[in-house]
């Protein structure tokens, strides 16, 4: 597999980004294409990644097509306004990047830089998959069982959403988990406020007989609760983007509190601080437990082509595991099963007879007021 | 002041609830009505509580009316739908104790029940303060800066909210925040995807003018994100009761997932196990410092009269605080001062004028594709 990674995108571009590219040429049957600032991109390749041992012989990769460079001086930066600026930067390196799937010169893209124009780029440049209604980021997180990781989505690309939507999200999930993740069966449940059937807002109360009833292939496990996020009992979880979204930070707030806490209170004693070196393997052994960038960052499922986000402050080893999760999704064809999937998906009832469909008590409020002006 | 306190609702009711009541009663200024069955609390009080010593004398308590005991012998079930079951049974422990503040008999009301149930019981017996179209819960949660705990709200009582709750939101809790955590000039923030000004959902974008240009007398520090959960530098948090929920319960997840791992990856090694017996005071430190026991409960802000609801597995512990959080909010007149800031509220604009009002950018979309059907 050919593998576009912008090499200007990320807090750490391009030095890390490059290092991450040369590892995956080296180490993985993929090729890898380096998108960006040719002379910045060699200067970064001159010095060599001390944590990269040994160190790959970047000539030879160069040399042999394993690793190539495509320039460009345009990218865009952080604070940009994403559609704006994909739009206004035709050649930035997210655009060259998207271009080179669309023409079949890659067959994924690769991006650690801001996750608004890389979604949007995909979309002006790549289109949507037939029948898709919206694309949607999904992200890896680690959960309680250590070889079940969580697939969630929307992270963050559709505020607000039609309950059709969440309908697709749970589609494409599933195969993503199936085909990339390698889970056999996925179990998909929807983000509510307790796993009771009746629980939820307007939004999940529509999605929830559409998951239950309209959605053949996936195997729905119903409500779920923030609860079960880190329980490693699902597979799966579909919500609206701003959910998602609130879930991974408040997650990564959650865990960085508890790190900085329990840091606090043993430097701040020197008896704890001695006994606590025996113990340093065990907490490193934690932090890499916990540690994002081992899941090969979030697919932006939708459109037609392997595109990854990765994390801005992606180092090396997530840029080398996204592009082997770019890798395959291209490889298993992820886009395609998701064209035939919803394709295949029978026709939605209309609002009012889905309703009927709800679990019985969902009509009952759960602290009755006046009406949502 | 004078604790209505539900001595039937929650996991470990009657017992944590009485002792955690005697204690209330025995160690602050309070008095306390245990509400529930007259036999169970009696029977409750005869077997002192181990872990509180010295153990007050409950006799003494009742002679002199510190503490007492109103009979019922109804009571509603974690199980039960919340609004059919108060309306359903008129003497429910959680009823009698709103009708104890309602009459004025009580000046607080405490219950660890159906946290559905309390609210609808609130909202049936109390009604609501006078210009507050919809109460919240608000949840104290720790944060990375000891002394300056989170008010998040609301935590579940409005699954889907008009933009116009979330300014109420955001003043009742200020006022919480300033007479019961004691926060001087409490930031408010409202919860988004991101910290710039054009991030968000409809419901944020069209509260974000409202709480920055028609909400006087808060000091509103624009949008928050799931980052600032836990980081210690925002007072109170306003969203609506569907993601609030979710970030209580993902916090709970995240913390209980990672005390998980380090104690398999501790007790996995026999090495590690031997280490780690010196730092189990500092490890018992943190599980302190994350205790939401400590917070005392979560009040439902916005019915006339301090209620407090505490987490359905409330110890003693959980319930003294609980007590002591509602005399406090009884004490400043809570209530009262709600009425009085919102009747003071100026005039909501209009939707399409509150839009003009939006950060420029606001109107771009992140991701765009077709119009939500």
């Known amino acids: 597999m050919r593998i576009a990674l912008d090499a200007m995108g990320g807090d750490n571009a391009p030095y890390e980004i490059v290092w991450g590219g040369v590892l995956a040429a080296a180490r993985t ?13 060699r200067k970064a390749l001159r010095h060599r990644h001390p944590k990269i041992r040994p160190t790959p012989d970047v000539e030879a990769l160069l040399r042999e097509g394993r690793l190539s460079i495509v320039h460009t001086d345009e990218s865009v930066a952080m604070e940009d306004a994403p559609a704006a600026a994909v739009r206004r930067k035709k050649n930035c390196s997210i655009n060259v990047c998207m271009r080179l799937v669309k023409e079949g010169k890659a067959d994924a893209a690769v991006s650690a830089g801001n996750s608004g124009a890389m979604a949007a780029s995909a979309l002006f440049i790549l289109g949507r998959i037939k029948g898709v209604a919206r694309p949607a980021i999904a992200t890896v997180l680690p959960s309680s069982c250590a070889d079940r990781p969580l697939l969630l989505l929307d992270a963050g690309a559709n505020t607000d959403c039609h309950h059709e939507w969440l309908r697709e999200f749970a589609v494409m999930g599933d195969i993503y988990s199936r085909l990339v993740l390698g889970r056999e069966r996925p179990e998909v449940g929807l983000m509510s406020i307790g796993t009771e059937d009746c629980k939820g807002n307007e939004l999940t109360k529509h999605a929830f007989p559409l998951l239950r009833d309209y959605t053949p292939g996936i195997l729905f496990k119903g409500n779920v609760e923030g609860h079960d996020v880190f329980a490693g009992e699902t597979d799966v979880i579909v919500c609206d983007g701003f959910v998602g979204n609130v879930i991974l930070k408040t997650s990564e707030s959650a865990a960085h509190a508890m790190g900085g806490w329990l840091k606090r209170i043993i430097l701040g004693n020197l008896f704890y601080k001695l006994a606590a070196v025996p113990l340093l393997p065990a907490l490193r052994k934690l932090r890499h437990q916990m540690d994002p960038e ?50 295949e998906l029978p026709e939605v ?20 007021g006046p009406e949502k002006r």
């Open 29 to 41: 049957e993929d090729s890898v294409i380096l998108v960006g600032d040719e002379a910045a991109i």
């Open 294 to 343: 081992i899941y090969g960052g979030a697919p932006l499922l939708g459109v037609p082509g392997a595109v990854i986000i990765t994390h801005g402050s992606s180092t090396y080893r997530a840029i080398f595991y996204a592009c082997a999760a770019g890798s395959r999704a291209a490889a298993h064809n992820v886009s395609r099963e998701i064209e035939a999937r919803i394709g």
């Open 349 to 368: 009832p209309l609002d009012e007879d889905l309703v009927a469909h709800q679990p019985a008590s969902a009509a009952e409020p759960v602290a009755p």
